[in-house]
């Protein structure tokens, strides 16, 4: 094969945000990327194809293209680039992860035709030795440094819900298994109770119920069994009304909780002066440490007006009973891909 030498030729415009610091603005700024050959310009298309039409060369500042970087993505033998990588950018969910030097995404998930899922990762090559080369790949080219497949999965149903312009997927493998694939990059199986029905958000959380509304909080591995005190013969309760029972504050405020322990006499819950909710966590002390810090700044109000703090023992108490009220269940699972 041919060797041409691979040039990105660039012209960067930048804005001043409000505090004066200069942002790219991205529609104003061009790259062209493509081979050189007798001092003619052939446009990059996909891997190992260009333009047949040449072009004068473009009066742009310009970088050569280290070699590694063009055999991984643009031009060479990776055996890795296959046509489900060339055809991906036009019908992909991509997955949102934080690099330490830029902006990276972990998997790439290709949803072919509802019916076939791929999940693909990057390749070793991670770091570019220039910000603008860097730059193109981020904005441009993203896509094809997910060249090595990981999974094919032919999964019986796909549920796909966005959030803040992020992705979240769960895919139903088969029987009552269940693979779901957040923006982070933490992927795991999981076996549900009964069919999966619904999948969504509700209040910045990631939901699923199942045919007989049982509530699953996907992110904390968690669901709430409809066989319990609180959720008997609902079977039609609403994804809202599932969703308050998870919520401490729904609890307190039910007429039915007088009979429960430790319940009955609680009005309200406050966090310093403002009225607070309680959310369930999978590890409560930490979940304490971390959120209220001050040991005085968490309170009760009784119904009868009088204050009681909630010191870590009797927070920790209190969320235990309304953990066994509500009919909290940890789901059997398997962290998957989380690399």
């Given at each position: 094969?041919?060797?041409y030498?691979?040039?990105?030729?660039?012209?960067i415009?930048?804005d001043l945000?409000?505090?004066?610091?200069?942002?790219?603005?991205?529609?104003?700024?061009?790259?062209k990327?493509?081979?050189v050959?007798?001092?003619?310009?052939?446009?990059w298309?996909?891997?190992?194809?260009?333009?047949?039409?040449?072009?004068?060369?473009?009066?742009?500042?310009e970088?050569?293209?280290?070699?590694?970087?063009?055999?991984?993505?643009?031009?060479?033998?990776?055996?890795?680039?296959t046509?489900?990588?060339?055809?991906?950018?036009?019908?992909?969910?991509?997955?949102?992860?934080?690099?330490?030097?830029?902006?990276?995404?972990?998997?790439?998930?290709s949803?072919?035709?509802?019916k076939?899922?791929i999940?693909?990762?990057?390749?070793?090559?991670?770091?570019?030795?220039?910000?603008?080369?860097?730059?193109?790949?981020?904005?441009?080219?993203?896509?094809?440094?997910?060249?090595?497949?990981?999974?094919?999965?032919?999964?019986?149903?796909?549920?796909?819900?966005?959030?803040?312009?992020?992705?979240y997927?769960?895919?139903?493998?088969?029987?009552?298994?269940?693979?779901?694939?957040?923006?982070?990059?933490?992927?795991?199986?999981?076996?549900?109770?009964?069919?999966?029905t619904?999948f969504?958000?509700?209040?910045?959380?990631?939901?699923?119920?199942?045919?007989?509304?049982?509530?699953?909080?996907?992110?904390?591995?968690?669901?709430?069994?409809?066989?319990?005190?609180?959720?008997?013969?609902?079977?039609?309760?609403?994804?809202k009304k599932?969703?308050?029972?998870?919520?401490?504050?729904?609890?307190?405020?039910?007429?039915?909780?007088?009979?429960?322990?430790?319940?009955?006499?609680?009005?309200?819950?406050?966090?310093?002066?403002?009225?607070?909710?309680?959310?369930?966590?999978?590890?409560?002390?930490?979940?304490?440490?971390?959120?209220?810090?001050?040991?005085?700044?968490?309170?009760?109000?009784?119904?009868?007006?009088?204050?009681?703090?909630?010191?870590?023992k009797?927070?920790?108490?209190?969320?235990?009973?309304?953990?066994d009220?509500?009919?909290?269940?940890?789901?059997?699972?398997?962290?998957?891909?989380?690399?």
């Amino acid at each position: 094969m041919n060797k041409y030498n691979i040039i990105l030729f660039y012209k960067i415009e930048y804005d001043l945000d409000e505090f004066y610091y200069r942002r790219i603005n991205n529609d104003k700024s061009i790259f062209k990327l493509g081979k050189v050959k007798d001092n003619k310009f052939y446009e990059w298309i996909s891997y190992n194809k260009f333009k047949k039409t040449p072009e004068k060369l473009p009066e742009l500042e310009e970088i050569k293209i280290p070699h590694k970087i063009v055999n991984a993505y643009l031009y060479g033998n990776n055996k890795n680039i296959t046509n489900e990588v060339q055809e991906i950018k036009n019908n992909l969910y991509e997955m949102v992860n934080v690099g330490k030097k830029f902006r990276i995404y972990k998997y790439l998930i290709s949803i072919r035709n509802d019916k076939k899922v791929i999940i693909f990762k990057k390749d070793k090559i991670k770091n570019f030795e220039n910000n603008i080369i860097a730059l193109y790949f981020f904005r441009d080219l993203n896509y094809l440094q997910y060249n090595i497949k990981i999974k094919t999965y032919l999964p019986k149903k796909i549920f796909i819900t966005k959030y803040n312009n992020r992705f979240y997927v769960l895919l139903h493998i088969s029987d009552n298994k269940y693979l779901y694939i957040c923006y982070n990059g933490q992927c795991y199986k999981f076996i549900s109770y009964t069919l999966i029905t619904k999948f969504g958000v509700i209040d910045e959380m990631i939901y699923a119920i199942d045919n007989l509304n049982n509530f699953y909080d996907i992110d904390h591995v968690n669901f709430i069994h409809r066989f319990n005190i609180m959720t008997k013969n609902n079977i039609n309760m609403s994804t809202k009304k599932l969703y308050e029972l998870y919520k401490f504050k729904h609890i307190i405020h039910s007429n039915k909780n007088s009979f429960i322990k430790n319940f009955q006499n609680i009005d309200k819950v406050y966090l310093y002066e403002i009225e607070h909710t309680l959310y369930l966590d999978l590890d409560l002390d930490r979940h304490f440490n971390t959120y209220y810090p001050d040991k005085k700044s968490l309170f009760i109000v009784k119904k009868d007006g009088s204050k009681e703090i909630l010191n870590k023992k009797k927070y920790m108490k209190l969320m235990k009973d309304y953990e066994d009220v509500v009919g909290i269940h940890k789901l059997k699972y398997k962290r998957i891909y989380n690399k």
